[in-house]
């Protein structure tokens, strides 16, 4: 965690207090013991905000939960279920848009990109903002999960008419507090092709989150993700702002 990394004024205002406590010098030194052992850490570090760089607090207006980064080359870039443009879709992702499909009657996006959604107000939102290559889960309970409950905190506090998307069992666990009197939650088992047929397939939540929205005299999220060349650009542009 460099001082160097840039994180958006009003995240920054909300979060600031977090950089002091303990766990989270903690969590620095496991990551720059990681770095002078050679270990290869995705997302690389100036992604490691991206969700919150992209989605800037007052902008909050749906949060999908995930869980870690992808674990492969050129997979993580700090958008849970998202992947850079011109990467293999994921599975999850698959089923997602299979998803979108069957609710709104999207077609499929050719890419995995979705900063297209970040930019409009959907946080995208890993519990874990890093791992090491190639070994799922590495950096679980090294700190994370305490920054990223403090995130869902601070919106939970200070937003109001929120959607929380939480697919899978650890999503809805770490979403137990979120004020139902004041937002939204959907909860569905998680889109993985381990548990997709669980009943993550109907769901809706695409519709149910835009109804929502509309009702509070919100801007609906456009799910329709752009072309191939759109989301390069898009991607592009992050890459350089961030």
């Not at 190639?134 to 950096?139: E, R, T, V």
């Amino acid at each position: 965690m460099n001082t160097h990394i840039k994180l958006e004024p009003l995240w920054k205002k909300h979060l600031i207090d977090e950089f002091s406590q303990d766990y989270m010098t903690s969590l620095r030194s496991f990551l720059q013991a990681e770095k002078q052992q050679q270990k290869i850490i995705y997302p690389p570090a100036k992604q490691w905000f991206s969700a919150l760089n992209t989605t800037p607090f007052n902008q909050v207006k749906v949060v999908i939960l995930g869980q870690d980064p992808y674990h492969g080359e050129n997979q993580a870039h700090g958008l849970c279920f998202s992947v850079p443009p011109t990467t293999k879709i994921p599975p999850s992702l698959i089923n997602i848009y299979k998803e979108l499909q069957s609710d709104l009657n999207i077609p499929p996006a050719q890419h995995g990109c979705l900063i297209h959604w970040a930019k409009q107000g959907v946080l995208l939102l890993n519990s874990v903002l890093t791992v090491e290559q190639g070994l799922a889960a590495s950096h679980q309970n090294k700190g994370w999960e305490r920054f990223t409950d403090a995130i869902i905190t601070q919106i939970n506090a200070y937003t109001e008419h929120t959607v929380f998307i939480l697919w899978g069992g650890y999503a809805q666990k770490k979403g137990a507090n979120i004020d139902t009197n004041k937002h939204l939650i959907i909860k569905a088992p998680h889109p993985s092709p381990l548990s997709v047929y669980r009943g993550f397939f109907g769901g809706r939540y695409f519709s149910h989150a835009n109804a929502y929205l509309k009702q509070y005299g919100k801007t609906p999220i456009d799910w329709e993700l752009p072309d191939l060349n759109t989301a390069i650009k898009e991607y592009k542009q992050t890459q350089n702002t961030h």
